[in-house]
């Protein structure tokens, strides 16, 4: 039998752990919410202390030890919070974000192949004294106030019966709905996993308890579950969504009708393996690498190529008279099928807007820290979707304008009150769905606003007249990084950079409203999707390309003394021959062939591409490196140039070329041959 | 033909233990990702063995052995628990609860094989 090797399991290691780090951080600023409101926190201490503790198994199993001995420290000091009732020590959330980001950078490491640093000795010193500082725990309370039936009564933690209470107080009903599984039930796709899913859509889930039953017709599987959930729906309205029957829904509380004096107990805190959670997981969830789906649209556009073809061999039979009427219906089906098809692929590609929005509390809490501000964030992504690609490299342009909205655009709360504004400014951070193909993202603030006068004298130039000039005007390179501009103008730093992530990279439009005393809105439009190719970056004729690494065979140094010029053709030709492997391959000069001044480096290169089978050197004069970019197709007619393909922006705005050398190839072979 | 039902909420972990059990003859392998999908398995379908993590949302591993235990067929389904280092309290519960054999994070393949062949009474190098 072959030796298993969980290093095996790294990239989906890697994803899961992400996944984890995200709930982490999600955690640790509810419970940050939860201290300062003085609401309960056990809930969010468990959530968290499981997801490290997840962390820390799977991170044990593939051998990264340094983020295990930070997890093992942080489950310490949750245990000890756990003990405390949910209490945690002063400072205790911030220790706990800085070791999140410590094992975030530790999986990066990994992720890039880099050694996994050590853990840093302070922090851990840090997580140290957390676990010292021990708080007695509150005496929790037990309530008759439920009517609950005595075997789930048995299973419900004080905490979750806490959860129900305050549930009722704030004028929801707890209910209790039975569910039992059965073979047939199963086979009909009902189990507890789909109950749970659409009970989570109008109620939210505070515990299940599974309960043994005799055998019977109503529980077939001796088995049946009680699930306790709060909601504002009706019994009706709860029994349609999730498929059972209203006699299997009992009241357990309601408001205004239950809740009498609760009773002091001490109940004891059960173990923290014990801990539930009531959000809906995730379930029958593929995880793909983007790779292969991208295969799968490459397959698709080979289709659609063969369609073509199909698509003018008909036109061919019509012409000579043939009746094609029945195969041009079948041709337009297969377009729409086609059409269907692509947008299907795409649609895999889509990760829901809320999870870019997830670490945006976490970025406005360190501002919140470091600028004395007091921001009240709004976030909603509603039910909008966009590629993972567009979400990913939106980000950074999504932190930029956030950024600025709180340092720069939101006053101190003594200007702010002193200007007849609430102290806490606003922050509304929004993704919507706009028309078909494109997402917008709304940062809106009601901050001081922008005065275009002071950004012009800063600029040297006359005042802008309209938002969209003003906004043209703090785009420009030079002057957003000056930071008196910033900080007199309530915005600019970095818009330079958010203008080239938003329009240059994605392709996309960004518009701004400002009124001074009343705040500025930013909305940047970006396509829902992108098409990313890994490309080699090369220089040649002292100009930068790229080229899609899958056209390439091979790299090779240009020796010399190894090319001769190939019979009859003359000097100046492009072409000339070189051995490789004892076979002589064509050698284009690029850089003639793209009309190109020569610069004659000292060590050049070759790029060997394949063409029709027979292989085809490109002379550059050095690569520069290998990465993913987004490829724009070039769009004006004009610039439509044959072995061209599009543009793309490698991060320093400069578009440059994606040249396609195979079509090159084409026409260097033709014009040898015009010369021979 | 052994039927072994692995209950984790990690799905890479799932996926861990089954590369780690592959090579038993004939084993037959079904995922449950959370507790209570993994009562629900177990009160409908016959598995020769168990492999259970403690740590789940929903419901914790604690809570689906004593449920389990407490069902006439199912008292003496072998079951493996799983968990990870930090959690020393938890080997005296889980045996207590019912738990056939305790196993904690990191383990090696060889070892949760050794355990496994070992409750299925497999013979050595079967």
Same mark, same amino acid.
């Given at each position: 039998m072959s030796r298993v090797d969980l290093r095996e399991f790294l990239d989906a290691y890697l994803d899961e752990v992400d996944e984890h780090l995200a709930n982490a951080n999600t955690q640790l600023l509810a419970l940050d919410a939860?201290?300062?409101a003085g609401e309960p926190t056990l809930r969010a201490v468990r959530e968290l202390f499981r997801a490290l503790h997840t962390i820390k198994g799977l991170s044990a199993m593939v051998g990264v030890d340094p983020i295990v001995a930070i997890a093992h420290r942080m489950e310490a000091s949750l245990r000890a919070a756990d003990r405390a009732g949910g209490q945690l020590p002063e400072g205790a959330i911030d220790v706990m974000l800085q070791a999140v980001a410590a094992i975030e950078q530790r999986v990066r490491a990994l992720a890039s192949g880099h050694p996994v640093p050590a853990p840093p000795g302070p922090l851990l010193a840090a997580l140290d004294t957390l676990d010292e500082v021990r708080t007695p725990a509150p005496v929790a309370r037990t309530t008759s106030g439920l009517a609950l039936d005595p075997a789930v009564n048995a299973k419900i933690a004080a905490f979750e019966r806490d959860a129900l209470e305050r549930g009722i107080a704030s004028g929801r009903r707890a209910l209790c709905v039975r569910f039992a599984p059965s073979p047939e039930r199963a086979a009909a796709g009902t189990n507890i996993n789909t109950v749970r899913e659409r009970l989570g859509v109008v109620s939210e889930i505070v515990k299940v308890v599974p309960v043994s039953a005799p055998r019977s017709a109503e529980a077939p599987a001796a088995l049946t579950f009680a699930l306790l959930v709060l909601t504002r729906a009706s019994d009706e309205d709860v029994a349609r969504e999730v498929g059972v029957d209203v006699g299997s829904i009992d009241v357990v509380g309601e408001p205004g009708t239950s809740a009498p004096a609760p009773e002091p107990a001490?109940?004891?805190?059960?173990?923290?393996?014990?801990?539930?959670?009531?959000?809906?997981?995730r379930r029958g969830v593929v995880r793909v690498d983007v790779a292969r789906l991208d295969e799968a649209l490459e397959r698709l556009a080979q289709l659609v190529i063969s369609r073509g073809v199909l698509a003018r061999e008909i036109a061919v039979l019509a012409s000579r008279g043939t009746d094609v009427r029945g195969l041009q219906i079948v041709l337009r089906e297969q377009s729409r099928q086609l059409r269907d098809m692509r947008a299907a692929v795409l649609q895999l590609r889509m990760v829901p807007a809320s999870e870019v929005l997830e670490r945006v509390p976490l970025?406005?809490?360190g501002l919140r820290k470091a600028t004395g501000k007091a921001v009240r964030l709004e976030v909603d992504a509603g039910r909008t979707e966009l590629d993972k690609a567009v979400a990913e490299r939106l980000f950074p342009a999504l932190v930029h304008l956030v950024r600025n909205a709180v340092d720069h655009a939101i006053e101190a709360p003594d200007e702010r009150r002193r200007a007849g504004k609430p102290e806490e400014g606003l922050l509304r951070v929004t993704f919507e769905t706009r028309g078909t193909g494109q997402v917008a993202l709304v940062v809106q603030d009601d901050g001081r606003g922008i005065d275009a006068a002071r950004v012009a004298a800063r600029a040297g130039v006359e005042v802008p007249t309209t938002d969209a000039a003003l906004l043209q005007l703090l785009c420009r390179p030079g002057l957003s990084t000056r930071d008196q501009v910033s900080t007199t103008? *309530?915005?600019?730093?970095?818009?330079d950079v958010v203008r080239r992530i938003v329009v240059e990279e994605l392709g996309g439009d960004l518009s701004m409203t400002t009124t001074p005393g009343r705040g500025?809105?930013?909305?940047?439009?970006?396509?829902?999707?992108?098409?990313i190719v890994d490309v080699l970056t090369f220089e040649c004729g002292s100009q930068r390309f790229v080229v899609p690494m899958a056209s390439i065979d091979e790299i090779i140094e240009i020796d010399p003394t190894q090319v001769s010029a190939p019979p009859r053709t003359g000097a100046g030709s492009t072409i000339a021959l070189i051995q490789r492997r004892?076979?002589?391959?064509?050698?284009?000069?690029?850089?003639?062939?793209? *009309?190109?001044?020569?610069?004659?480096?000292?060590?050049?290169?070759?790029?060997?591409?394949?063409?029709d089978g027979d292989a085809i050197a490109f002379a550059i004069d050095r690569t520069l490196g290998q990465q993913e970019v987004v490829v724009r197709p070039l769009e004006?007619?004009?610039?439509?140039?044959?072995?061209?393909?599009?543009?793309?922006?490698? *991060?320093d705005g400069r578009p440059t070329l994606v040249v396609d050398l195979v079509a090159l190839s084409r026409i260097s072979g033709e014009t040898s041959e015009v010369r021979t | 033909m052994a039927n072994i039902l692995v209950v984790d909420d990690s799905k890479v972990m799932r996926d861990m233990v089954v590369a780690c059990l592959r090579g038993l003859p004939g084993a037959v392998f079904a995922h449950a990702g959370s507790g209570l999908e993994a009562i629900e398995r177990l009160s409908m379908e016959r598995f020769d063995l168990v492999v259970l993590d403690l740590n789940m949302p929903d419901i914790g591993g604690i809570e689906v052995l004593e449920f389990v235990r407490g069902q006439d067929h199912l008292k003496t389904v072998p079951i493996i628990v799983v968990t990870t280092r930090g959690d020393e309290g938890a080997r005296a519960s889980s045996l207590e609860a019912g738990a056939s054999r305790f196993m904690v994070k990191p383990f090696s393949p060889e070892e949760i094989l050794a355990e496994t062949r070992a409750l299925l009474g497999l013979a050595e190098g079967v």
């Open positions: 939860a201290l300062r001490v109940v004891p805190v059960p173990e923290l393996h014990d801990e539930e959670r009531d959000d809906v997981q970025v406005v809490r103008s *309530g915005r600019g730093i970095g818009m500025t809105t930013i909305v940047a439009r970006v396509p829902l999707t992108l098409s004892g076979e002589a391959v064509p050698l284009v000069r690029l850089d003639r062939t793209l *009309g190109l001044a020569s610069a004659d480096p000292e060590r050049p290169k070759a790029l060997v591409v394949r063409r004006d007619p004009l610039l439509r140039v044959p072995g061209v393909t599009g543009a793309t922006d490698l *991060g | -």
